[in-house]
């Protein structure tokens, strides 16, 4: 169990531009969130996969931000178009819904990628 | 509206004196409370996790109590050391919702 991993950690970007991030949570753990927070702030929710299904999307998502979660494996958050009020650190979730395995219901998070928009 | 308020929003203690973190939630309808600890440009590291059945949890010199009558819960922390300077943050999943509702957080200094 390598906890959840992101990528890229850091990126800067010039306004207009498009980003995507990646997410790998937990191996087996089939519930994924994307978090965003900026400073001084706690994360806020933004999306929200079981499986491979987008079961939730905060208002915060604009149509410039797309998720996608193929297979139900790692997830992607794509930003189109960044402005700079996007800039914030983005932060991936995992849990799981089985009954009684370690961190039931647990969310655990990954390192974040912080996204600088110029 | 379901909020979720961490005040004050910043903590200074000498070494060796305990903790107390407050977490207050304006909903009682909750399904569970989980507190993180946040180091600074780093993710969440998660201390302590509260079913709504539970009235308290404990992991090493951390213990969390959880009174959804009044909307809060408090985390204690014996002993500070300078190691456990940080920003901790308290978070709500409400009964039939997936995600978490975050506090602002507590940013705690401890000084050697």
């Known amino acids: 169990d390598t906890g959840v991993s992101q990528d890229p950690r850091h990126k800067i970007t010039k306004r207009g531009q498009n980003v995507t991030f990646r997410c790998d949570p937990i191996?087996?753990?089939?519930?994924l969130y994307w978090y965003r927070q900026t400073l001084g702030q706690g994360p806020e929710f933004l999306t929200y996969?079981?499986?491979?299904?987008?079961?939730?999307k905060s208002r915060l998502l604009s149509d410039r931000f797309s998720a996608e979660r193929p297979k139900g494996s790692f997830s992607t958050l794509e930003i189109q178009r960044t402005e700079q009020g996007d800039s914030a650190m983005y932060l991936c979730?995992?849990?799981?819904?089985?009954?009684?395995?370690?961190?039931?219901?647990?969310?655990?998070f990954g390192p974040g990628t912080r996204l600088t928009v110029l | 509206k379901q909020e979720v308020t961490q005040i004050p929003a910043a903590l200074s203690v000498p070494e060796g004196e305990n903790l107390v973190l407050n977490c207050s939630f304006t909903?009682?309808?909750?399904?569970?409370l989980q507190w993180f600890r946040q180091d600074p440009g780093k993710g969440l590291t998660s201390l302590l996790l509260?079913?709504?059945?539970?009235r308290e949890q404990t992991s090493g010199r951390l213990n969390a109590s959880l009174d959804k009558s009044s909307g809060r819960s408090t985390l204690y922390i014996a002993a500070s050391q300078p190691g456990d300077s940080a920003t901790y943050l308290c978070?709500?999943?409400?009964?039939?919702?997936?995600?978490?509702?975050f506090g602002a957080g507590t940013t705690v200094t401890v000084r050697a």
């Open positions: 978070a709500v999943r409400w009964s039939n919702d997936y995600k978490l509702s």
């Open positions: 191996s087996e753990h089939n519930r």
């Open positions: 509260i079913q709504s059945s539970q």
């Open positions: 996969f079981q499986n491979e299904a987008q079961l939730e």
């Open positions: 909903d009682s309808a909750i399904y569970n």
């Open positions: 979730a995992s849990s799981t819904r089985v009954t009684g395995g370690p961190g039931y219901n647990e969310q655990f």
